[in-house]
């Protein structure tokens, strides 16, 4: 039997998750070749590696496959670059392709233009070998095809994801301003949580949205991969279509290994509709029957009730400015004061820090509290010492992921990590 083809593989990622990305290719491909780097991680494998990198990254935004890289100067340049690729071994003139590019400090002065000229070459070499030339399908390419232009080299990849990663298949319903699915799971990871009463114990999150977070918790808790409920675009593309029969035993594999989990789940948010939307979201994702949905006020809600020795999680993305507004107890006193220049986070993040004081305190075992911002003053507002923060990049926002472990008495004499 002959050896499976190396291929040469990039994962991206959003930046600042990058060794969070790296730790779970390795989890995935205990034997895998891999290095983290700016944006993702290379990752020397196979096309049945692909297949389960597609399947099981939950922070991964796209599998990417190296095809050819050189030097250029000008956009034929890149039609030769292009020619080089035996296209016909990926697709046949049935199928459908769509070329995005990518640049970074690239002297060219029209990037349409050079996407033009992959194109023209990917249609040339179909035609050549078999007199046909494939049509184009800007939504659902059976070969979404990207060039990268650096200053003075080229490199052009097949995507074999397709949609991005982070759309799951689950979530339909969307309040303002919705996480990303993979920002969910990369705070998670940041937190070393991992849905056992060892790994963060129980995961509680009272500003849900739409369920995002507590959704992904409970998938990683239950064990269910975050990809068995969509489709990839290496699924239609011809160097997998011989391993279909494998394709579909890692699907039965990732099926079998599903579980009840051994924490329980609260989600909670303010808005009564949202709390809804959470709730439709987690059951087309097969995990509502395992988290305990609730309105109610972040500042108001009683800390749930946890089996003894158990220790919680509080995972949130907290409203703030540049993302939604903020609502409940805080906006109400704000409106009361009749000042304008009020802001309503002035009062939430203050009152938050308070409530969990007078709440979460109480625990033997222990709660800490993980909260994603753009304000890197917020522990001065909440009047608590974070002992750490990851940076991390809400969509154009950066954040930090600020941890507080809430004791009882004053936490300000607890030492912060560094960033």
Same mark, same amino acid.
């Given at each position: +039997?002959?050896?499976?083809?190396?291929?040469?593989? &990039?994962?991206?990622?959003?930046?600042?998750?990058?060794?969070?990305?790296?730790? %779970? =290719?390795?989890?995935?491909?205990?034997?895998?070749?891999?290095?983290?780097?700016?944006?993702?991680?290379?990752?020397?494998?196979?096309?049945?590696?692909?297949?389960?990198?597609?399947?099981?990254?939950? /922070?991964?935004?796209?599998?990417?496959?190296? =095809?050819?890289?050189?030097?250029?100067?000008?956009?034929?340049?890149?039609?030769?670059?292009?020619?080089?690729?035996?296209?016909?071994?990926?697709?046949?003139?049935?199928?459908?392709?769509?070329?995005?590019?990518?640049?970074?400090?690239?002297?060219?002065?029209?990037?349409?233009?050079?996407?033009?000229?992959?194109?023209?070459?990917? #249609?040339?070499?179909?035609?050549?070998?078999?007199?046909?030339?494939?049509?184009?399908?800007?939504?659902?390419?059976?070969?979404?095809?990207?060039?990268?232009?650096?200053?003075?080299?080229?490199?052009?990849?097949?995507?074999?994801?397709?949609?991005?990663?982070?759309?799951?298949?689950?979530?339909?319903?969307?309040?303002?301003?919705?996480?990303?699915?993979?920002?969910?799971?990369?705070?998670?990871?940041?937190?070393?949580?991992?849905?056992?009463?060892?790994?963060?114990?129980?995961?509680?999150?009272? #500003?849900?949205?739409?369920?995002?977070?507590?959704?992904?918790?409970?998938?990683?808790?239950?064990?269910?991969?975050?990809?068995?409920?969509?489709?990839?675009? &290496?699924?239609?593309? /011809?160097?997998?279509?011989?391993?279909?029969?494998?394709?579909? %035993?890692?699907?039965?594999?990732?099926?079998?290994?599903?579980?009840?989990?051994?924490?329980?789940?609260?989600?909670?948010?303010?808005?009564?509709?949202?709390?809804? &939307?959470?709730?439709?979201?987690?059951?087309?994702?097969?995990?509502?029957?395992?988290?305990?949905?609730?309105?109610?006020?972040?500042?108001?809600?009683?800390?749930?009730?946890?089996?003894?020795? +158990?220790?919680?999680?509080?995972?949130?993305?907290?409203?703030?400015?540049?993302?939604?507004?903020?609502?409940?107890?805080?906006?109400?006193?704000? %409106?009361?004061?009749?000042?304008?220049?009020?802001?309503?986070?002035?009062?939430?993040?203050?009152?938050?820090?308070?409530?969990?004081?007078?709440?979460?305190?109480?625990?033997?075992?222990?709660?800490?509290?993980?909260? /994603?911002?753009?304000?890197?003053?917020?522990?001065?507002?909440?009047? /608590?010492?974070?002992?750490?923060?990851?940076? +991390?990049?809400?969509?154009?926002?950066?954040?930090?992921?600020?941890? &507080?472990?809430?004791?009882?008495?004053?936490?300000?004499?607890?030492?912060?990590?560094?960033?």
């Amino acid at each position: +039997m002959s050896r499976p083809e190396t291929l040469y593989l &990039f994962v991206s990622c959003p930046g600042g998750v990058e060794p969070l990305l790296e730790e %779970e =290719l390795h989890r995935i491909l205990p034997r895998g070749r891999i290095h983290a780097m700016r944006g993702g991680c290379s990752v020397q494998g196979t096309a049945e590696d692909v297949m389960q990198i597609n399947l099981e990254s939950r /922070l991964a935004q796209r599998v990417l496959i190296e =095809l050819t890289e050189g030097g250029y100067r000008h956009e034929d340049d890149l039609y030769v670059l292009a020619r080089r690729v035996d296209w016909d071994r990926w697709i046949g003139p049935q199928h459908t392709i769509r070329v995005d590019t990518t640049a970074q400090r690239s002297p060219l002065r029209s990037l349409n233009f050079a996407t033009l000229r992959i194109k023209d070459a990917i #249609c040339d070499t179909l035609r050549d070998a078999t007199g046909e030339r494939p049509s184009v399908d800007t939504r659902a390419p059976d070969l979404p095809v990207v060039l990268h232009l650096g200053e003075d080299r080229a490199a052009l990849y097949v995507d074999t994801s397709g949609e991005p990663l982070f759309k799951r298949g689950w979530r339909v319903d969307k309040g303002d301003a919705p996480l990303k699915e993979t920002l969910a799971a990369a705070m998670l990871a940041a937190a070393g949580w991992r849905g056992t009463p060892e790994t963060g114990g129980a995961l509680h999150d009272p #500003c849900c949205g739409s369920g995002t977070i507590p959704i992904e918790a409970a998938q990683i808790a239950c064990g269910i991969a975050p990809g068995i409920q969509r489709r990839f675009a &290496f699924e239609r593309q /011809l160097p997998f279509q011989p391993l279909r029969a494998r394709w579909a %035993e890692m699907k039965q594999a990732a099926q079998a290994r599903v579980k009840a989990p051994e924490v329980p789940i609260f989600a909670s948010d303010v808005t009564f509709r949202m709390v809804d &939307f959470a709730r439709r979201n987690a059951e087309r994702a097969g995990v509502a029957q395992y988290i305990q949905f609730n309105g109610g006020d972040a500042l108001e809600r009683a800390a749930p009730k946890l089996p003894e020795g +158990m220790p919680g999680t509080i995972m949130m993305n907290p409203p703030y400015g540049e993302r939604i507004e903020v609502r409940g107890k805080a906006a109400a006193v704000r %409106e009361a004061s009749g000042s304008e220049q009020r802001d309503a986070e002035d009062d939430f993040f203050p009152r938050l820090a308070a409530h969990w004081k007078r709440s979460y305190t109480e625990n033997p075992a222990g709660w800490t509290a993980w909260l /994603l911002c753009p304000d890197m003053k917020l522990p001065t507002k909440m009047r /608590l010492k974070e002992n750490r923060r990851v940076p +991390m990049w809400n969509g154009p926002i950066e954040c930090r992921l600020f941890r &507080f472990d809430l004791i009882k008495g004053s936490a300000r004499d607890k030492p912060r990590a560094a960033d």
